[in-house]
């Protein structure tokens, strides 16, 4: 623990500062480092690579080690969450240990590795065969001795990469931004040649936005018809706000000593022909951009059946609440 004490008090009294013109030349420089990637990749191998996991005919495995390994964490949650294929990590220490009991004949494991040859999953390779899985290898380096991996898999894809950012070329802040990219285009190829919905996607995200949004309808969130002041178009507006302002006596009673010639009117005088409305069985997410919408923005939206009946209202307040 002794050790971390240099570095504690370097944090606490630096007077070093981040200079902006400086920022913007590493992230110039990140730019072009992602630009080589993309101009180089080999877009027949990486097809191919996304052709075999669609047709995975068993589950499918990522591992990895180091920032490669968080990598290949993210991107197995990322396709657990498309629901076609089961899907997870496997790491390769506790593959060794009893974990690699989950995998079957027929299964893939995707390895993530930016030299091709990390030890832990060259160890694991041998093992992974023998229990009949399909072995596919991601890396940066090039081919032959100085990446065995990609020599001991079934299929590899080659990540060009054509320097870290970091100031000595080691870690990791580039490579691992490449793979990231990679990975999640290739679930984004996947989901459009599986034809994923809306409705499947969002039946693995019943918690959060992304599941509300996808999920609640607006009959989910409305205040229903029995819970609503509605009114009538001879309704007079006096009375009307009287009722809306029940809760408020004072207010109530000094509308209706000192009402103005326009509360003469009926609620068919005075109402909107118009308005804009929602059907209960369309998105809650819908029901908000329709009220956000141009030429201004409204708190409310009653809510009508095929027959243009009035069967609720959502309000701007309830979607809110209901974490849209």
Do not use: W
């Amino acid at each position: 623990m002794g050790a971390l004490s240099p570095a504690r008090q370097l944090l606490r009294g630096s007077a070093a500062k981040i200079d902006a013109g400086d920022l913007g030349l590493l992230f110039q420089a990140q730019r072009r480092h992602m630009e080589h990637f993309f101009e180089h990749l080999d877009l027949s191998q990486a097809a191919g690579f996304a052709q075999v996991l669609l047709d995975a005919p068993g589950a499918i495995f990522f591992s990895g080690v180091g920032k490669s390994g968080i990598v290949a964490q993210k991107i197995a949650h990322t396709m657990a969450s498309l629901g076609f294929s089961r899907t997870g990590f496997l790491h390769p220490v506790d593959a060794l240990h009893g974990d690699l009991g989950a995998v079957f004949p027929g299964d893939l494991l995707v390895l993530f590795s930016k030299s091709g040859a990390s030890e832990e999953l060259l160890s694991l390779v041998p093992f992974a065969r023998a229990k009949g899985a399909r072995l596919l290898s991601v890396t940066s380096a090039t081919g032959g001795s100085g990446n065995p991996l990609a020599t001991r898999c079934d299929v590899n894809v080659h990540l060009p990469l054509q320097r870290e950012l970091c100031p000595f070329g080691l870690a990791p802040v580039t490579s691992a931004a490449i793979q990231m990219v990679f990975g999640d285009t290739i679930v984004a190829a996947l989901m459009a040649a599986r034809g994923i919905t809306r409705e499947q996607y969002g039946s693995n995200h019943p918690a959060g936005k992304i599941g509300k949004s996808l999920i609640f309808t607006v009959k989910d969130v409305m205040k229903k018809k029995e819970e609503l002041p509605l009114c009538q178009d001879g309704d007079m507006i006096m009375d009307q706000l009287a009722e809306l302002t029940s809760k408020d006596g004072d207010l109530r009673r000094t509308l209706k000593a000192h009402g103005a010639a326009i509360f003469n009117l009926t609620v068919g005088e005075m109402c909107n022909r118009n308005p804009r409305t929602i059907n209960p069985d369309a998105m809650a997410v819908e029901a908000m951009q329709t009220m956000e919408s141009p030429p201004s923005a409204v708190q409310f939206l009653p809510v009508v059946d095929d027959q243009n009946t009035v069967v609720g209202i959502i309000t701007l307040h309830g979607l809110v609440s209901a974490g849209l």
